[in-house]
C-alpha cells in the first residue's frame, strides 16, 4: 500500500486539545476558520490590541516599521509589567524573545504565538511570568505577510492554510539572508532589539519542506563554531533533549535536529554556518538561540499545535533552568571580552567553515520511497510514499574551521568618506566603534585574489578574497577610527571585518571600490595592545 505524506503524517500524529477553551472573540483567526486560513497583519494587531485589554501584565510597543510603513507589533510580558529595555535591564530577569513570519508563507509561528500570548497574558499568576520576561514578534515580515495568494502558489507542496503571504520582504529580499548587510529596515529594527534588549534566548520560527520525514518539526541550535561554545552546547546538549522528551510524553510529537536526506538515506545534512542566517549570527553574538522548523507537508493545524507546544516547552524550561542559563551567556560575554584584551597567538577565529560529521552515526524517522519515488532534500512534496521505516544516516549537523586568523587586538578603520558606511554598519550592529589618533604597527593585507559571482543573490554579486600579509608602522591620522575586539560583540567583529570571511562585509560589497589584486585591503589589524601607542 502506498499513501501521500500528509496521509502519513496523520496517521503518526495526535493532536492535544487545549484544556481550557478560549472565548470566541479572543481566537486567532487559526483557531476560527477551524484551520483553514491565516492571519493578515490588520487581524494580528487587532487580536492583540483585544487581548491587551483584558490583561494587567501586557505591554504592546513596536519592533519597528517595514519598508511599506506597516508597524511590526512587539508584545511584552512580565510580572510586574514593563515596556522598555531599560526597564527590562533593571529588572535582572532574562528575555526570551519569541519572532516569527520572517517568511511570511510560514505562518504558524505567527498563529502559536498569537495563542500563547493570550494564555500568559489572560494570566497573572502564571509562575513563568515571575521569572522570566517573554517578548514577541509574531509577525515581522509584515509586509510580505500580506501578499495573500494560494498557498500552492506562494509555498507550493504546503499543507494548508488556503491562502498565505510570501518569502521576501517588499525589497524582495529575503530577510534571513540579511543579518549581516542589514539593509533592510526590518533587519535593522531586530538587530537594534538584540542589542538593547539582550535577550537570553531567541526562537526563530519557520516551516520546512525538503525530505520526507516523519518529524513534525526540526530545529537546530546555532552552526557557526566560532561563536562562543558555551550558549551552543548548551542549547544543543541540554535544552533541545529536555523540550524534545517534554513534548514527546505529552502531545507524541516527534521533533529531531533540522536536516534533509541525501538520495540514498545515508545521510541526514543541516543548513549553513553563514551568519547571513539568524541562528549561526546570533552564535556569533554569544545568544543563544533556536531554529524551530515546523514541517510543511504535515497538516496545518498539527503545524501551528506543535509550534506551540515547543515553544512552551522552551518557556518551562528556560523558567526552572534561567540561573544556570544566564551563567552560560555571562560567562561567554566576559570570556569574548576578555579574549580581546590580550590576544593569544593560539586564539583562532574560523572565518571559513566547511559541514564535518559527529561521531556517531544516528537513526532518522523517514518513510520507504514507492516504486518511482526520489529521496534528498528535493523530494515530491506529492510523493507516495511506503511504509515508515528508520535509517541509520552519518549525521552531518556540525561544522569546521576551514581558515581561521589570529584574534587581533583591534581593527583601525582609515579616515575616508567610503568607510563611513562600514562604521554606520558596525554601530547598527551594536559592535563599539571609537575615535583614534596616535601610533601603530600593523598588520596590512594586500589582496593576492579576487572571485566575484557571476550571478546575483539578494541583489548583491558577492565576492571572495584571499590575501597576504606584511607588518607596517603607522601615524594614525586624524578621524581614523578603532574598533577593538574586547567587547561582547568582539568575535563578531572580526568576522564581518577579516577580508577573507565567508560571509563578511567584504562578501556584501562593503569594499569593492579598493578591491584590486596587488592594492592593500583598506582596514588594518593591530595584533596585540603593546603595539598600539594611543594618544588624545
Not at 98 to 109: C, S, Y
Not at 196 to 208: G, K, M, V
Not at 298 to 325: G, N, W
Not at 515 to 526: A, C, N, Y
Request: hydrophobic share 35%; net charge negative.
Amino acid at each position: 500500500m502506498v499513501i501521500t505524506v500528509a496521509a502519513a503524517l496523520q496517521l503518526l500524529m495526535q493532536t492535544p486539545s487545549p484544556s481550557v477553551a478560549p472565548p470566541d472573540s479572543l481566537l486567532s483567526v487559526a483557531e476560527a476558520s477551524d484551520y483553514t486560513a491565516t492571519s493578515t497583519s490588520a487581524e494580528v494587531t487587532d487580536l492583540i490590541d483585544r487581548i491587551r485589554r483584558r490583561s494587567s501584565i501586557m505591554r504592546v510597543t513596536e519592533l519597528g516599521k517595514t519598508v511599506e510603513g506597516k508597524s511590526m507589533p512587539l508584545v511584552v510580558l512580565a510580572d510586574p509589567p514593563i515596556e522598555t529595555a531599560e526597564q527590562s535591564a533593571r529588572s535582572g530577569k532574562p528575555v526570551v524573545f519569541i519572532m516569527a513570519n520572517i517568511h511570511a508563507g510560514e505562518v504558524e509561528g505567527k498563529e502559536a504565538c498569537l495563542i500563547l500570548l493570550r494564555e500568559l497574558a489572560l494570566n497573572r499568576e502564571h509562575p513563568l511570568l515571575r521569572k522570566v520576561i517573554v517578548v514577541m514578534a509574531p509577525n515581522y515580515n509584515a509586509d510580505g505577510n500580506d501578499k495573500f495568494d494560494l498557498v500552492e502558489t506562494n509555498r507550493p507542496g504546503q499543507i494548508g492554510p488556503a491562502h498565505c503571504g510570501v518569502r521576501p520582504n517588499s525589497q524582495g529580499l529575503d530577510l534571513n539572508r540579511d543579518y549581516i548587510k542589514l539593509e533592510a529596515p526590518e533587519s535593522r529594527a531586530l538587530v537594534k532589539f538584540l542589542t538593547d534588549w539582550d535577550p537570553l534566548i531567541t526562537i526563530d520560527c519557520h516551516t520546512t519542506n525538503g525530505s520526507h520525514h516523519r518529524y513534525v518539526l526540526t530545529y537546530e541550535a546555532p552552526l557557526n563554531p566560532s561563536g562562543h561554545p558555551a550558549p551552543i552546547e548548551f542549547v544543543r546538549n541540554q535544552l533541545l533533549p529536555a523540550v524534545t522528551k517534554q513534548v514527546k510524553d505529552r502531545t507524541g510529537y516527534d521533533m529531531w535536529h533540522y536536516g534533509n536526506f541525501n538520495a540514498e538515506h545515508t545521510v541526514w545534512e543541516t543548513y549553513s554556518a553563514q551568519p547571513r542566517f539568524g541562528g549561526p549570527y546570533q552564535g556569533l553574538r554569544g545568544q543563544m538561540s533556536v531554529l524551530s522548523e515546523a514541517y510543511s507537508y504535515a497538516p496545518y493545524k498539527d503545524r501551528v499545535i506543535a509550534t506551540t507546544e515547543f515553544i512552551r516547552e522552551i518557556l518551562q524550561f528556560t523558567q526552572e533552568h534561567s540561573d544556570e542559563m544566564m551563567k552560560v551567556r555571562a560567562l561567554a560575554q566576559h570570556q569574548t571580552t576578555e579574549k580581546g584584551r590580550n590576544p593569544r597567538p593560539d586564539d583562532l577565529v574560523g572565518i571559513r567553515h566547511r559541514v564535518a560529521a559527529f561521531n556517531d552515526p544516528v537513526m532518522v524517522k523517514g518513510f520507504e520511497l514507492a516504486k518511482g519515488g526520489e529521496g534528498g532534500a528535493a523530494a515530491d512534496p506529492h510523493a507516495e510514499l511506503g511504509p515508515p521505516k528508520d535509517f541509520l544516516c552519518v549525521h552531518r549537523g556540525r561544522f569546521e574551521p576551514t581558515l581561521s586568523v589570529r584574534r587581533p587586538f583591534a581593527y583601525l578603520i582609515p579616515p575616508m568618506v567610503e568607510m563611513l558606511p562600514v562604521i554606520a554598519k558596525l554601530r547598527e550592529h551594536g559592535i563599539t566603534v571609537s575615535p583614534l589618533r596616535g601610533n601603530a604597527t600593523c598588520e596590512v593585507y594586500t589582496i593576492a585574489s579576487m572571485d566575484q559571482a557571476d550571478q546575483p543573490f539578494q541583489g548583491h554579486r558577492t565576492v571572495s578574497l584571499d590575501v597576504r600579509s606584511r607588518l607596517e608602522h603607522f601615524t594614525i591620522r586624524d578621524s581614523t577610527h578603532i574598533v577593538q575586539t574586547a567587547q561582547p560583540l568582539g568575535t563578531l567583529a572580526v568576522y564581518m571585518l577579516e577580508p577573507q570571511s565567508e560571509d563578511g562585509l567584504a562578501t556584501w560589497n562593503f569594499f569593492d571600490g579598493f578591491l584590486e589584486v596587488g592594492k592593500d585591503f583598506p582596514i588594518k589589524r593591530i595584533r596585540a595592545a603593546e603595539d598600539l601607542d594611543q594618544h588624545q
